[in-house]
């Protein structure tokens, strides 16, 4: 019984380390602009399938794939930004919302038009399914634990980012007060494509390693974007450790309810979710100044 637990428990935590990926991005993203973006998930699912095509033509690894989609994202969510999401920031969040979500909807049909509705999945040479054995009879999946390593290492680096440099500077005098930013020179537009640039570098991450671990589709997004959400909610807007913390407890949540049955995994996440909602707003491990 206890060696069950404790599987259910490493499972959902390495789940957790998925999910964190999912959300660091959409919690920077707000973090700094205070802008939901709500084709998060519709542009992991982009990054999953680039890979998937690049590996239909490229007779290479994945994981030089992925080394390559990063600048690519760099430098597509900062143009993203500049000529597009810029505009739509203000006081209102209803603009932005619409936008992203429009955006959403043509991501959603161009890799339907592209790749039909069907589910790929991308070639990891057996890695999805090599584990390491651990003391007690627990056992953990190689790749799982590589995406909980990353993870727990781009929490890491955007905490140190944000605490340590003056790009991270930057990022939090604009979010604390634009106008007052600006009058001491910065430039917000500027700073705010920065942001969307790295959150789309995790973005790109986090695809990559969503099609290795599973089969996706071009439907995926918003069940992804939904997992991004709760995990950033139940950790506390804008709090990078936060958001992995959130997201192993859903992941847990999840797979405990998954081990009583098959049909409540995904419904005891929505409930924890919830609960959190009600008994703390804020978030578990808000955000302090």
């Avoid at 054995?133 to 627990?138: D, E, F, K, Q, S």
């Amino acid at each position: 019984m206890l060696e069950t637990l404790a599987q259910t428990v490493l499972q959902g935590l390495l789940l957790g380390g998925l999910y964190a990926l999912f959300a660091l991005g959409q919690s920077l993203m707000f973090g700094v602009m205070r802008l939901t973006n709500t084709a998060h998930g519709d542009f992991v699912v982009l990054a999953a399938f680039a890979a998937i095509a690049a590996l239909g033509v490229l007779a290479v690894s994945p994981w030089l794939v992925g080394l390559a989609l990063l600048p690519i994202a760099f430098l597509f969510g900062y143009g993203l930004q500049r000529g597009v999401l810029n505009g739509t920031l203000g006081k209102d969040p209803l603009p932005s919302l619409v936008v992203t979500f429009g955006l959403a909807i043509v991501v959603q049909n161009l890799l339907l038009e592209l790749f039909s509705a069907d589910p790929r999945s991308i070639d990891t040479g057996g890695l999805s399914t090599q584990a390491l054995a651990l003391p007690g009879g627990l056992s953990v999946g190689l790749l799982p634990l590589l995406t909980l390593a990353l993870a727990v290492a781009a929490t890491a680096g955007l905490q140190w980012l944000f605490a340590g440099t003056a790009l991270g500077r930057s990022f939090r005098a604009v979010s604390d007060d634009r106008e007052i930013a600006e009058l001491m020179g910065l430039d917000a537009r500027r700073v705010y494509a920065l942001a969307t640039a790295i959150a789309f570098v995790l973005v790109a991450v986090a695809g990559l390693l969503q099609g290795m671990r599973t089969t996706v589709s071009p439907s995926d997004g918003p069940l992804l974007l939904l997992f991004a959400f709760e995990a950033v909610i139940i950790g506390g807007m804008g709090s990078f450790w936060g958001t992995l913390l959130g997201a192993m407890l859903l992941g847990v949540t999840q797979q405990v309810g998954f081990r009583i049955d098959p049909g409540w995994g995904l419904w005891a996440g929505h409930v924890m979710f919830l609960l959190v909602l009600v008994v703390r707003p804020q978030g578990l491990f808000p955000k302090t100044r």
